[in-house]
């Protein structure tokens, strides 16, 4: 998405940055494993189609993704390359026509070093605050594998409610709208939240 090209939100734990060139081969490093292919429903890609996709999301109007840097690592070592400092990716898609307020929200922390520790929910957190603020979003979704019980037990920590279970696809549904009280609630979650200019390659705290 263009919208979101030009803009690093810096929280506590995560900082989140544009999906560029820059941070493809990590990218296509980590979609190698079976496990995260199966959690993310992705099929396997070369690394040609990685960077062809990469762009294709940066273009796309129904397609908001950033890469989710540890802020500790980010932080600590001025002039690191964002590369070295990535664990996963968050991401919204805006692919129901009919309700354009709709967002289905969907977060990967692939480092297993990192996982458990709060990344993946502050992200959340800071994707959906973007999401009601930017993109006037009023509705998340998230679909989740049936084994993935430690992505749903975040999103139900969340407010997000189960609606639907599909035998299909081995898959929960979950959902969240938001309420004046729950956009109060997330507005004061992520309060903390900074949003600075990005530029492509430079690395260093802004």
Not at 27 to 46: F, N
Not at 54 to 60: A, F, G
Not at 131 to 149: D, P, R, S
Request: hydrophobic share 35%; glycine share 6%; with cysteine.
């Amino acid at each position: 998405m263009r919208l979101n090209q030009n803009i690093l939100l810096l929280g506590k734990k995560v900082v989140l940055v544009p999906y560029t060139p820059e941070h493809v081969p990590r990218y296509h490093e980590w979609m190698k494993s079976e496990e995260l292919r199966r959690l993310t429903a992705s099929e396997p890609l070369t690394l040609e189609q990685e960077y062809v996709m990469q762009h294709s999301w940066q273009e796309d109007a129904d397609k908001c993704t950033f890469i989710v840097l540890d802020a500790e690592k980010w932080q600590a070592q001025p002039g690191t390359s964002e590369e070295s400092c990535m664990v996963g990716d968050v991401n919204l898609f805006l692919t129901d026509l009919g309700d354009p307020s709709l967002g289905e929200i969907e977060v990967m922390i692939a480092e297993p070093s990192c996982r458990g520790q709060g990344l993946g929910t502050e992200a959340v957190l800071m994707m959906m605050s973007y999401g009601v603020t930017k993109l006037g979003l009023t509705k998340f979704e998230a679909k989740i594998g049936q084994g993935n019980e430690p992505s749903i037990r975040m999103f139900r920590k969340l407010h997000f409610e189960q609606v639907a279970v599909s035998s299909v696809f081995q898959e929960v549904t979950l959902r969240l709208a938001m309420s004046e009280p729950e956009r109060q609630w997330l507005l004061e979650q992520t309060s903390h939240v900074e949003e600075k200019p990005y530029r492509a390659g430079a690395s260093e705290p802004r």
